[in-house]
């Protein structure tokens, strides 16, 4: 992303990127190091947004205090003293062209192919896309269809038998 210096480089592969990216963690990331690259190209209106909306997603990355660290040395530099709301920041991104991501279509896509890998037998490759799709929507309900997709290959009497007391 940031190879050899070329922070312009990277911004425009990240941003690429974030059309398509639907993991929490990967879309985080590469806010965050977006949120870099345009600080680097000068581009600080984009950077403040690009942070704000990673900080934002509440991940509790490793990475999350050298961005709060940098948020607030660019925050000095523009004379800011808070982070811009969601609504600005989606604005923000929208008019430098950054995909507010995940796209709905690529939520869409996520979660019909959890559903065609159900349907064709295949419940526990769906296990991921599931949580990723309770992840970005906070739908406590999708944790649970993540355990009936688990308990769906197993043996009933495994199952029940787990349930059963111990006597």
Known sequence: MDIAGDHAKGADVLTRGLAVAVMPGDVNFMYYRLA??????????????????????????QYEEAAEAEVRELMQEM??????????????????????????????????AAIRLVDAG????????????GALSNDDRL???????????L??????????PAN
């Open 79 to 112: 004379g800011v003293d808070s982070l811009p709301d969601m609504d600005a920041v989606t604005h923000t991104l929208n008019k430098h062209g950054i995909p507010v991501a995940p796209l709905t279509s690529q939520t869409e896509l996520l979660a019909k």
């Open 36 to 61: 870099y690259s345009l600080w680097q190209t000068n581009n600080r209106e984009a950077a403040l947004a690009c942070y704000a909306f990673m900080l934002g997603m509440h991940f509790h990355a």
């Open 143 to 153: 944790g649970a269809l993540r355990m009936s997709l688990r308990f769906g290959v």
């Open 122 to 133: 295949f419940p526990l490759a769906a296990d991921e896309a599931v949580w990723a799709l």
């Open 155 to 164: 043996d009933e009497d495994v199952v029940l038998a787990s349930e059963r």
